[in-house]
């Protein structure tokens, strides 16, 4: 089988450890990526340094960097926070040789206008930029930018250095199946991929945020196709490295290299799993309800032949002549 680079999202090695040592657990469990949280690069800032993080990344062998998730970047009023967590991002890409700044859509009760997202999203596009980092949008089923297609066309119609990052929870939860999937993310918008598993429904009693928060299967242990979801992924010209978010009480409370261990060894079976098979994605994909239209992309439809009047078929020959009042089921059929 294939060697394939995997990337600890912040989530799958967050914990009460020191970052260095949490680093090493994530180098030791065989990531070669890891994504950094803005609680992390806070703290690492106030205390030891960017400049220190760096050391521990390359001593690590870590060579995948992304850095997230920003919020509110879209804001026109300036506030402490907002500008502290811009700030350290974007200081941190430059330090950290970053290769992604990750950011969420609005998901207040107002709503932002997409026009003044897109305003602001070219800005920060061109600072990650500035200091060698692709900026990636990651659609979440509760913000504005609900599903996996309408994120892609809005990263599509911005800034070149915009890219769209592929959560399988969120995709799936959002209404997203492998077929829309497939016809409705724009191959040179797709910049960064997830895997994680989960039921076939949301749990009763959770929202689909709490979900995100803490019911993520390891991969392969769910409802899903996520082979079937990588070969979707890998057809729209996505190869590595393959994020790994993984969430759930029961991996909280295992030691932290223990829970990386199995977590990349699950990865790397769905990946296997997904190398070995040669036929093309299943075309649909396990889901709850979604929170908006289970596909939101504008397929092509292939032109319809014009009618042909029923005097003229039956003229031909082709159906039977009507001679009498027509039956019900014509009637609701072709009224």
Same mark, same amino acid.
């Given at each position: 089988?294939?060697?394939?680079? /995997? ?13 260095? &040592? ?20 806070? &703290?690492? #800032?106030?205390?030891? +340094?960017?400049?220190?993080?760096? #050391?521990? %990344? ?14 509110? @970047? ?12 811009? !700030? ?7 330090? /950290? ?21 897109? &305003?602001? @999203? &070219?800005? /920060? ?16 089923? @509760?913000?504005? %930018? ?15 250095? +915009?890219?769209? %990052? *592929? ?5 799936? #939860? !959002? ?48 409802? @899903? ?9 890998? !057809? *729209? ?40 098979? +040669? +036929? ?56």
């Amino acid at each position: 089988m294939e060697e394939h680079d /995997l990337l600890a999202t912040s989530w799958t090695w967050a914990g009460p450890e020191p970052v260095r &040592e949490r680093i090493r657990a994530v180098a030791d469990a065989g990531f070669a990526g890891i994504a950094l949280a803005l609680d992390d690069l806070h &703290e690492v #800032r106030a205390t030891t +340094g960017l400049a220190d993080l760096r #050391r521990m %990344l390359d001593d690590a062998g870590v060579v995948w960097v992304q850095l997230g998730t920003l919020g509110d @970047w879209w804001s026109t009023t300036s506030r402490s926070d907002q500008d502290a967590d811009r !700030g350290v991002v974007l200081e941190a890409a430059a330090t /950290l040789r970053a290769w992604q700044v990750v950011v969420r859509a609005d998901d207040s009760a107002h709503g932002v206008p997409l026009a003044v997202m897109a &305003e602001a @999203w &070219e800005r /920060l596009a061109v600072q990650a930029e500035g200091v060698g980092a692709r900026l990636v949008l990651e659609p979440e089923p @509760w913000s504005n %930018l609900a599903t996996v297609e309408r994120a892609s066309r809005f990263v599509a119609a911005g800034h070149p250095n +915009g890219g769209l %990052l *592929l959560d399988a929870m969120h995709a799936l #939860r !959002g209404g997203s199946t492998l077929a829309s999937i497939a016809q409705g993310v724009a191959p040179a918008a797709l910049a960064a991929v997830e895997l994680t598993d989960g039921l076939l429904h949301t749990p009763n009693g959770m929202t689909l945020a709490d979900e995100s928060r803490d019911g993520r299967y390891l991969p392969g242990t769910g409802a @899903w196709d996520l082979p079937g979801f990588v070969r979707t992924a890998r !057809g *729209l010209g996505f190869d590595e490295p393959w994020g790994v978010e993984v969430r759930t009480p029961a991996l909280r409370a295992m030691p932290l290299r223990d829970a990386l261990r199995i977590a990349a060894a699950a990865t790397r079976a769905v990946l296997d799993a997904a190398d070995a098979h +040669g +036929g093309p994605p299943a075309p649909v994909m396990p889901t709850s309800a979604a929170p908006t239209s289970a596909v939101d992309f504008e397929a092509s439809r292939p032109p319809v032949a014009p009618v042909t009047p029923l005097a003229a078929l039956a003229a031909d020959g082709i159906v039977p002549r009507r001679t009498g009042p027509a039956s019900s089921a014509y009637r609701d059929g072709h009224d």
